[in-house]
């Protein structure tokens, strides 16, 4: 480090502080092992010694002073002191690894820091190596290099200033016991608990590749982000499970009469049917513009497009008990979309809004947090394979990849007729 140091613009004054505790801590170990080796007349380890020998030097910037107090020990015919000369020892390597830190450019505060830490490695409070400048190259990276998803990065993001902050909220180094004790303080569901170790993992992978002074300090280490455990509940589901549960028939039909009985709710009503009678998802809804209404071999379908995964483009024919509906929001449309939105949040989602209305809906009327509007979607799959429809055909209308190369590559899929024949299966007491 100090040796890149001399040939860098800078360097990151937490990654100097680390260097400076682990240099602290061999330093102690050797002034022990020196101690004990004297006594036992025995040599000092080989690893201690290769590290003092780095330090044990004495060139032009030392004073005669100096020179005189370590050459005195080897003058022939004189009996070594061995307290003296381990005391002069210490004091060489101190002094010249406080001389080294003094050549990296960092501030008079951080070097005085450093130069405490290196006297007393206790004084080390920590500071994640996370740090503020990472966490800005690692985002530009995911974005530009990675071409991540604006959403996931500052979910990504978020998560790692989160863990930063409590990392020196609670003077902790980045370990794998700290990761751990860190999730424990985390009410979330396993499901986000293993997003975080995904948003750590991927940091520690760009900065031991990108990052040379991260890759210096942890090499030999391994990402304190793998191989945690999760505990596993064969128990029934609890009440209070974060599995989302799928609605029955009643309860999209309260769902809806209630939305539409509601002021200012017609559109939420409106896309409570469009969910119930497609099981597609609300943003594939709410992206639904007038001209991808299309006649796919003579069927009136949906074309839905930019879904989350290739499967997920797909047509839906539109259900019977749909067709007025769709007929009258594409002639009251204003912008070409079939669903009216308020506006699109940060990241273009147009469904950002209604979401958090039928959110209010489905809590005032009772519902827990197991049930969200993709219940929808699970409503329908249930309604169609209790109707025996084949889970082929489920798969095509709902845009999942079936899991065979048979069905996925070869196949053109079912035809529009079936899966027609299919979603008219769907029945609400509406």
Request: proline share 3%; charged share 30%.
């Amino acid at each position: 480090m100090i040796a890149k140091a001399r040939s860098a613009a800078k360097i990151d004054p937490e990654d100097a502080r680390i260097e400076a505790k682990r240099m602290a801590e061999r330093a102690q170990a050797f002034f022990a092992d020196m101690a004990q080796a004297t006594v036992m007349e025995r040599p000092i380890a080989s690893l201690n010694a290769d590290f003092a020998a780095d330090f044990l030097k004495l060139d032009q910037n030392h004073s005669q002073e100096k020179w005189e107090r370590i050459l005195r020990h080897f003058e022939n015919g004189e009996k070594v002191d061995i307290l003296a000369l381990n005391q002069d020892f210490q004091n060489l390597i101190q002094e010249n690894m406080e001389r080294q830190s003094n050549t990296l450019p960092l501030k008079a505060e951080e070097k005085e820091d450093i130069r405490k830490i290196l006297k007393d490695p206790t004084h080390y409070r920590a500071k994640s190596p996370i740090t503020t400048a990472r966490i800005n190259t690692f985002k530009t990276y995911q974005e530009n290099v990675k071409g991540i998803v604006q959403k996931t990065v500052d979910t990504q993001i978020a998560r790692l200033e989160n863990l930063k902050k409590w990392l020196e909220d609670n003077r902790r180094d980045l370990t794998h016991e700290s990761i751990t004790a860190y999730m424990d303080t985390l009410s979330v569901s396993e499901k986000t608990k293993k997003q975080f170790l995904f948003a750590g993992s991927s940091f520690w992978k760009w900065a031991v590749r990108y990052d040379e002074n991260f890759k210096k300090l942890h090499r030999d280490q391994q990402s304190p982000f793998q191989n945690h455990d999760f505990p596993t509940n064969r128990s029934k589901k609890s009440a209070n499970s974060t599995e989302r549960k799928s609605f029955s028939t009643e309860d999209v039909a309260r769902l809806y009469s209630t939305a539409k009985s509601l002021k200012n709710r017609e559109t939420l009503s409106d896309l409570i049917l469009l969910g119930a009678y497609t099981g597609a998802r609300i943003e594939e809804l709410c992206r639904l513009k007038t001209s991808d209404i299309i006649n796919d071999e003579g069927i009136k379908c949906f074309s839905i497009k930019d879904a989350k995964t290739a499967a997920g483009e797909r047509n839906i024919p539109i259900h019977p008990d749909l067709l007025h509906v769709i007929d009258r929001l594409a002639e009251k449309s204003e912008d070409g979309y079939l669903i009216k939105s308020t506006s699109g949040n940060k990241y273009g989602n147009r469904s950002d809004a209604l979401s958090k209305q039928f959110g209010r809906l489905k809590t005032d009327l009772g519902y827990n947090s197991q049930f969200v509007f993709h219940s929808l979607r699970k409503t329908v799959i249930t309604q169609l394979q209790r109707a025996d429809i084949p889970g082929i055909l489920i798969a095509a209308i709902v845009g999942h990849e079936t899991g065979t190369i048979t069905f996925d590559v070869y196949s053109s899929g079912p035809s529009p007729s079936q899966k027609l024949n299919a979603i008219s299966k769907l029945k609400y007491p509406i």
